[in-house]
C-alpha cells in the first residue's frame, strides 16, 4: 500500500491571542496507533480531522513502514494536540484543576523527551507511553490544563527530566533505582502522606496457587507452608518472595510473581504479606502501578487541599524546576 503522507494542517489554538505570522511553531509528534498487515485506512474528514476504528482524531494520518516488514498507522499533531488526547485519558477531568495541570506538564515533559525523528514514530497510544484517546479522550478540563501550562516541562541542572508516574504510590514512592535499575537524582523513595486512604491505596487479592505454581515452576517446593517477603530496600518493595514448602525454599522475583498473577490482580510490587489460604494466596499490597515519580492521587489530594500543580511536581520530583 502506497504510504500516503497528508500533510499536518495548522491547527488553531483553543485559547489565547492571535497568532501574527500564521503556523504555530510547534513541534509534530507522531503516534502509533496501529501496526500489522492489514489495517484499515482512516477516513480523513478534513483537513483537521480524521476518523478511524471508531474514534476522531485530530491531525494528519500516514502509514509507514516497521520492522519485520509490518505497517504502522500513525497519527501526526501538533504537540499541544497531543497532550489534549493524553490529559483525560490519564486523569478524570472531573479532578481538581491543579492535578490535571500537573498530569499536563508531567505529559508534555515526557514526550519531549521521546520525539525522535530518525524513528518512524515518536510514541504508541497505549501506556507503554501514555493513554492517547484522540477526540474522544478529550475533555474542556483536559484542554484548559494544557493550554493553561503551556510551554512548561520539568528540568534538572538545565536538561528536560525524566519523569514518571502511576496511579498511587501507596504511601511511598518508589527509587527508579529499585523499579528500572536506573538511579535518577530526583526519582527517589521517600513517604506520600497524601494519598492515604484513597481508592488504590490498599488492596487484597486472592490468587489461585495452582496457576502462579506452574507459571513459576514452585512444584519442587513441596507442599507449601509460608511465603515470605525478602529484600525490602529503601522503597520497602520486596524484590524476592521466598516460598517456603515441605521440600525446599523457592525464591521468586516480585516481577515475576506479579505478571503470573496478573497486572490486574496484584496490583503493584509493594505487597505487605502474601498467605496461603486453602487453594489460593491470600495477597495484600499498596498502591497501584510502579510508585515512581508523580502518585496521581496524592496529587489529586494535593490540588484538593490548595496546592499549585507547580508545588505538586516540586514535591513529587525534588530538585527539579519548572522550564
Ligand atoms: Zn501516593
Not at 493550554?147 to 504510590?169: L, P, R
Request: hydrophobic share 40%.
Amino acid at each position: 500500500m502506497g504510504a500516503a503522507l497528508v500533510a499536518l494542517p495548522r491547527v488553531a489554538r483553543a485559547t489565547g491571542g492571535l497568532d501574527v505570522g500564521g503556523a504555530v511553531k510547534e513541534p509534530a509528534v507522531r503516534i502509533l496507533l496501529a501496526s500489522g498487515a492489514n489495517i484499515p485506512p482512516p477516513d480523513q474528514l478534513d483537513a483537521w480531522y480524521f476518523a478511524w476504528n471508531g474514534r476522531t482524531y485530530r491531525g494528519g494520518f500516514a502509514f509507514v513502514p516497521l520492522l519485520g516488514g509490518k505497517q504502522g498507522l500513525i497519527d501526526v499533531v501538533p504537540l499541544d494536540s497531543y497532550l489534549y488526547g493524553v490529559v483525560s485519558s490519564e486523569v478524570s477531568p472531573a479532578w481538581p484543576a491543579e492535578a490535571q495541570k500537573a498530569q499536563a506538564i508531567l505529559a508534555r515533559t515526557y514526550v519531549t523527551t521521546k520525539l525522535r525523528p530518525d524513528k518512524p514514530y515518536d510514541v504508541v497510544a497505549t501506556d507503554s507511553d501514555q493513554h492517547y484517546g484522540g477526540i474522544d479522550g478529550e475533555s474542556v478540563e483536559g484542554r484548559g490544563a494544557v493550554d493553561a501550562t503551556a510551554g512548561k516541562i520539568v528540568t534538572y541542572a538545565g536538561s528536560i527530566a525524566h519523569v514518571a508516574f502511576s496511579a498511587c504510590c501507596g504511601g511511598r514512592t518508589a527509587d527508579s533505582a529499585d523499579v528500572w535499575s536506573a538511579s535518577v537524582p530526583y526519582l527517589l523513595s521517600f513517604a506520600d502522606p497524601h494519598c492515604a486512604g484513597t481508592p488504590a491505596y490498599r488492596w487484597e487479592a486472592r490468587v489461585p496457587y495452582a496457576a502462579v505454581q506452574q507459571r513459576l515452576d514452585l512444584g519442587r517446593a513441596g507442599a507449601l507452608r509460608s511465603v515470605q517477603l525478602r529484600e525490602l530496600g529503601s522503597s520497602l518493595r520486596p524484590r524476592q518472595l521466598a516460598f517456603a514448602g515441605s521440600a525446599a525454599t523457592v525464591e521468586v522475583g516480585t516481577d515475576q510473581f506479579r505478571s503470573a498473577a496478573g497486572a490486574a490482580v496484584v496490583r503493584s510490587t509493594f505487597l505487605r504479606g502474601v498467605t496461603p489460604s486453602g487453594d489460593d494466596l491470600l495477597v495484600t499490597g499498596n498502591g497501584r502501578g510502579h510508585g515512581v515519580g508523580m502518585c496521581q492521587w496524592g496529587a489529586r489530594e494535593m490540588a484538593a487541599a490548595g496546592s499549585s500543580a507547580a508545588e505538586i511536581v516540586a514535591f513529587y520530583f525534588p530538585k527539579t524546576a519548572l522550564g
